[in-house]
């Protein structure tokens, strides 16, 4: 079982951002408290790892299990109209007063139902008896029909179960298409968790190495006799900070490998890396279009409305239970036994023709019951339909507004990184000439690490928000061409 998909990766299409790689060797880190992914680095694409997660990830195959056990019911519902064969048999020994005996027994059986409500069958029954070195044999064939004229009669009530069964199976597939869009929208945010770390990673590790030439700088100011000696010990202490900020980095990007890895089902010692960047681009929302899409989509939505449909056919069926059970009956027989028959036809043949009729006068509050809960179980459909299509364009609502606050928040962290490595450059330059405080310098330094990880931050978070909204208007699959083979 494998998902087929053909996928293009969605806008914003990600390209990695263009910075100095730091030519300083990284500190040592010390031995892990857990294991780690390890060995040579597996580069994969965020295309590349949701083709892997649909081919490999667990609850998509669970899911997959699932629909098997589904699509069974689907068929057992559609064969109720089909003929039925059964056989059944018995061989008995028996004595009696000092005699043996013996006895067998066979049962053919045909049961057929139509769509409305007829029941016929037919059965043939021979019994044989061996005593005394003779055999005694006897022959019955019937054939019974029955015709409900009230309870039970008509297409609508017979085609009733088919109908619910078809029912839950859109709903089933509805459910399997919201897992596999669950299990591509988790890839996709652990992936880009991943990025984030490596990021995080790059990004502390610039951070030491504009420290480290600052301690550089403030050295070689000592020795002209610019700087106090103790005003290094500022300096030395933020070299020590970053190489922390390094090590939690790292152990951070070990965390987002390992949950991608668990997502992938992928080896867990595999050295994953994420190959894609993360620019960003503006998108477009158009609010009506995305709750007229959530409308149509959602799977929650088309579900509730499904439910609403089921129930309105078990209430019919509740108040078709009510009725008066009135049945026309017929029925043809024949016996044959203990004689050399000539024929096919020869033996006894009886028939009969007849109604039977079922009235509850008192004490039978069953159909009532049946009713009252028919109709309250349609009427909490319909309430639980209604709230899910309101929560839906209230979530869709607010996935737009997010994603437009998040590119707003985006365009802000990038003025604001800007400006503060403008404002950091600047104090170094002052620093050279005595003008600015070695403190000043690492309080500059401080906001440009800071606007570093607000940027990155609001990078991922949008592109998070475009994945989020994709969710909640249904269309997942569609942006990644994913064809479920179900």
Not at 222 to 230: K, L, Q, T, V, Y
């Amino acid at each position: 079982m494998a998902a087929g998909a053909q996928m293009i990766q969605p806008l914003p299409s990600p390209h990695s951002q263009s910075y100095p790689s730091p030519t300083y060797a990284p500190p040592v880190p010390p031995p892990p408290s857990r294991p780690k992914p390890g060995g040579a680095p597996v580069t994969i694409s965020l295309i590349e790892a949701v083709a892997l997660g649909l081919r490999d990830n667990r609850s998509i195959k669970l899911a997959y299990l699932t629909r098997i056990v589904q699509k069974f019911d689907l068929f057992v519902a559609n064969t109720q109209f089909r003929p039925r064969i059964s056989v059944a048999g018995n061989i008995d020994g028996i004595r009696t007063r000092g005699e043996s005996s013996a006895a067998s027994t066979v049962v053919p059986k045909v049961t057929w139902s139509t769509p409305f409500g007829t029941a016929a069958q037919f059965s043939w029954t021979r019994t044989d008896r061996f005593q005394g070195g003779k055999r005694y044999s006897n022959e019955t064939s019937a054939l019974d029909i029955s015709q409900p004229l009230l309870r039970g009669a008509g297409l609508d009530v017979g085609l009733a179960p088919i109908r619910r069964a078809r029912l839950q199976e859109r709903i089933n597939q509805l459910s399997l298409r919201d897992n596999v869009s669950n299990a591509v929208t988790g890839i996709v945010t652990a992936y880009r968790a991943l990025i984030q770390t490596q990021e995080q990673v790059r990004l502390a590790e610039l951070a030491l190495q504009r420290t480290r030439d600052l301690l550089e700088t403030n050295r070689a100011l000592i020795a002209a006799g610019r700087m106090a000696a103790a005003d290094i010990v500022q300096t030395e202490s933020g070299v020590a900070n970053q190489e922390v900020a390094v090590l939690q980095a790292g152990q951070a990007r070990a965390s987002a490998q390992l949950a991608l890895l668990q997502l992938l089902a992928v080896d867990l010692r595999t050295n994953i890396v994420a190959g894609d960047g993360i620019d960003t681009e503006h998108v477009t929302i158009d609010l009506d279009k995305a709750l007229e899409l959530g409308r149509a989509a959602r799977m929650d939505v088309l579900s509730a409305e499904l439910a609403v449909e089921q129930n309105q056919i078990a209430l019919r069926l509740a108040k078709n239970a009510r009725l008066w059970d009135i049945r026309a009956h017929g029925g043809v027989s024949r016996v044959r036994g203990d004689q050399v028959l000539q024929s096919p036809l020869d033996g006894k043949l009886s028939g009969q023709v007849g109604l039977t009729l079922s009235i509850p006068i008192w004490g039978d509050n069953d159909g009532r019951q049946g009713e009252i809960g028919a109709t309250i179980a349609l009427r909490q459909a319909e309430l639980i339909y209604q709230d899910t299509s309101q929560a839906a364009e209230s979530q869709i609502r607010d996935a737009v507004q997010s994603v437009e606050a998040s590119w707003l928040q985006l365009e802000a962290a990038r003025r604001a990184r800007s400006l503060a490595a403008r404002a950091l450059d600047l104090q170094r330059d002052k620093l050279k000439f005595g003008r600015a405080s070695n403190f000043e310098v690492l309080s500059f330094e401080a906001d440009l690490r800071a606007a570093d990880a607000q940027e990155l931050s609001a990078r991922i978070g949008y592109l998070n928000q475009l994945t989020s909204l994709d969710q909640q208007i249904g269309s997942t699959l569609d942006t990644w061409k994913i064809d479920l083979n179900d």
